[in-house]
């Protein structure tokens, strides 16, 4: 009988386990319990608006595909 409770045991804790790493892997879904990226929408928001209070940035040193420019 003691054996059957260590092997139900151990299963219990590994699946728990595989849980918490498909979690930890995808947070940002939709759901219960998923993040929304917040914090990075705010922080682009606040870029923005430091970028509007100087003038705006220069041009950018590479194109939408990463290429350099120039």
Do not use: K
């Amino acid at each position: 009988m003691g054996g059957r409770v260590r092997i139900g045991g151990v299963a219990i804790v590994i699946s728990s386990t595989l849980l918490l790493l498909w979690f930890l892997d995808s947070p940002y879904h939709s759901g219960v319990a998923g993040l929304r990226p917040v914090a990075m929408e705010r922080t682009l928001a606040l870029l923005d608006q430091e970028a509007s209070a100087v003038g705006g940035i220069g041009p950018l040193p590479c194109d939408a595909n990463g290429a350099p420019r120039g």
